[in-house]
Structure formats: C-alpha cells, structure tokens
C-alpha cells in the first residue's frame, strides 16, 4: 500500500504539531481505515453490552422454531389497509405433502409492529445490574423475530451471534495484550542490555518460533479438563493463545531497543542517574509507540481466528458458552449446509470483524511515520 503523505495541512501548523497529531493527519485520509475504524469501534460497543443488542434470549429453545428461515423486516403494509413503519409477519409452518419437509410461510393477516428501546428478557450491564431494555424488540413473544433464523434447537441465530461476539472479541484483545507484555519485556531486556542476556533471550526466541502453532494450541487445549468452569476454559484458551504468539513482537522490540541504546538521549537519560525501568518505558518505548499499536491491530484479527479455529474444531470454548467458533459448529453437517445455510452467519461476523481489524491495521502502519512523503 502507497504510503500516505500529509498534504493540506498549513505550514506552520504542521511545524509545531505532535507526532500523534501528524499520524491523525495522515490516518484519516485512508479513507478504507476510517471506515474500518467505525465498523471496529461499532463491534465492540455491541460486544460491550450484547443483552441490550440482542432481541431474543441467545439461551432459550424452542422447538417450534427448529431451523426457522431468516425473517424480512418490511417498512410498508399493505395487507392490512396502507401503513408505514417497521413490522414482520410471523411465519406458519406446513410440511410437503410428498417429502415431509418443513416449509415456512410468512402469515401476512397479522402484523406485528418492532419497538425500538422495547422490553424483553432480562440481561445485566458489566454486572452491576440487570436490566431488560433492548435495541429492537417485539411484543409478540409467541412468535419472536428471528433475523438471522434459527438453529436445530430453535435459537436466535442473530441474538446467539451478538452474544458470542462478546467472547470471540474479547479475547482477541486479552490475548494480545498479553502477548505484548511478554514481547516487550522480553525483547526489551535482550536488546537494552545486549550480551548474554541477549543470547539466551533471542534463543527463547528462536525456540518458540520454532514451535509448529497449530499443532501446539490444539495439544494444549486438548489436555484441558471438560469439566472446567467456562470462565476458566475463557482464561486458559487465551493464556494458550498468548503464549506462541509473543515471539514475533519480542524480536522487533530487540531491534529497537538495540538501535536507541546508543542514542544521544538514553546517553542523557543515564548520565542523568535515571533508573533503566525509566529509560526503557518513559523514553525508549515511546519512541516506537506508533509501531507497537499498528502491530497490536494486525494480531487481534489472528487472535479471533484462531479462538475461531479451536472452537469449530471442539478444542476451545464448550458449550454453553456463546463464541462464534462454537457456533460455527453447527454449521459442520451436510444437513446444515443444505436446508440452513443461515447457520453460517457467525462465520460472517468472522469474516467482516478480520477485514475491519487488519485494514485497521493497514492504516495505522502506514501513517505511523507522518514524515514518509
């Protein structure tokens, strides 16, 4: 990708700017980051509180609905006398008379109109209280409003959707945050001190870069109990994530540091007599803060990926717990595949918080340097 200049930006403003202003300047002229930046931000608001998102219980089953198609949200009625506004029909189930299978009919003489900021089951905020106000809500809880369908167990696929992107987006950050404590640390010992110290970290290194990755993460989440609380699979999934994934960053970090040791203002800093805790976190870490954030953005999406990949292949997150990985694992039979293919949804809540995340990433990295004309 083209590096982005700074251009349209008076002289003198540009002189005595930060260089967090200047990477403002050139980040929102990536027009591809902006947005990925407003559908990221847009994910994790629904991620920070999915109850109030959700229209129905992600938990509750119902057998009436089993594999229920995606229903339209129509704007306009006319079967009951010239309406607007927001309102579904509800569907009738009738067999085939020759092959028994379920067909689904919207029933257009009954009109169910959606409430915005209605009430519905009753979740909690951050666990300080609970609450039933949704986004979107229906009065008819006979017949539900299922925008994503149904699974074989009769439920939400959109609310079980919104609820798993809580875990599945969560975990990505967790996972990183602790892989980049370990790669700073680490990389930032091996490099300001050199030496020894730098041989023995930088084969660490070497070792755990040698570590095949998949097959690690599924030996390790194999060898968890199945009886494991789900707050504890959560931990132990992302501390597995976190600990292949560290490495990379580590070696970066060494490269770094090994270049600002010898620079003027660590020289000045430790004649000084200040501490080496404060060099390397108040001045030499700083010094690349815009790199570390472009690097973090492009490895939450491979955090997601692959809490997706264990929990599809049943290494993961068990059931009950909600996370798109374990969703997707119903979409694994050829019955799900043929008669719902709906059950796929999770997989495109995958597919469009990657893409956000990693052009996110793009546009970070390009206009970390504001100065690249």
């Not at 992107?165 to 640390?185: A, K, R």
């Not at 990379?248 to 540091?257: C, D, I, N, S």
């Not at 796929?344 to 990657?354: E, H, L, N, T």
Request: charged content about 15%.
């Amino acid at each position: 990708m083209a590096d982005i200049a700074v251009t349209n930006i008076p002289p003198d403003r540009a002189a005595v700017a930060s260089q967090w202003q200047l990477i403002w300047w050139a980040f929102r002229r990536h027009r591809l980051a902006m947005v990925a930046l407003v559908v990221t931000l847009l994910m994790y608001i629904v991620a920070l509180v999915p109850g109030f998102f959700a229209i129905n219980d992600p938990y509750l089953q119902n057998a009436r609905a089993t594999f229920h198609p995606p229903q339209k949200v129509h704007l306009i009625d006319t079967q009951n006398g010239f309406s607007f506004g927001p309102h579904y029909y509800p569907m009738k189930l009738t067999r085939d008379p020759e092959t028994l299978a379920a067909i689904f009919k919207e029933d257009t003489t009954k009109r169910v109109d959606i409430q915005f900021f209605g009430r519905g089951y009753e979740y909690s905020v951050f666990g300080l209280f609970n609450t039933n106000i949704h986004l979107i809500a229906s009065p008819d809880k006979t017949t539900p409003l299922l925008l994503f369908g149904a699974d074989r167990l009769g439920r939400d696929v959109f609310s079980r959707t919104v609820q798993g992107s809580q875990v599945s987006l969560s975990i990505g950050l967790l996972g990183v945050f602790l892989s980049l404590m370990l790669g700073i640390v680490i990389g930032g010992i091996s490099g300001y001190y050199g030496g020894r110290i730098d041989f023995f970290m930088q084969r660490l290194i070497d070792f755990v870069l040698s570590l095949p990755t998949i097959p690690i993460w599924l030996a390790m989440a194999a060898a968890l109990p199945q009886d494991w609380p789900a707050t504890l699979q959560y931990m132990m999934i992302t501390i597995i994530l976190s600990l292949t994934g560290w490495a990379q960053l580590a070696r970066v970090v060494r490269g770094r540091f090994l270049s600002l040791r010898t620079e003027e203002f660590v020289a000045a800093a430790r004649l000084d007599g200040v501490r080496e805790g404060r060099i390397i976190f108040r001045h030499m870490l700083p010094s690349f803060a815009s790199h570390i954030i472009a690097s973090i953005t492009l490895a939450v999406p491979a955090m997601i990926l692959a809490e997706t990949s264990l929990s599809f292949l049943g290494l993961g997150l068990q059931p009950p717990t909600i996370s798109w990985g374990v969703l997707l694992r119903e979409a694994q039979n050829i019955r799900s595949i043929a008669t719902a293919p709906w059950l796929f949804m999770p997989g495109c809540a995958v597919v469009v918080a990657v893409m956000a995340l990693n052009l996110l990433g793009d546009g970070l990295r390009d206009a970390a340097d504001p100065y690249n004309k």
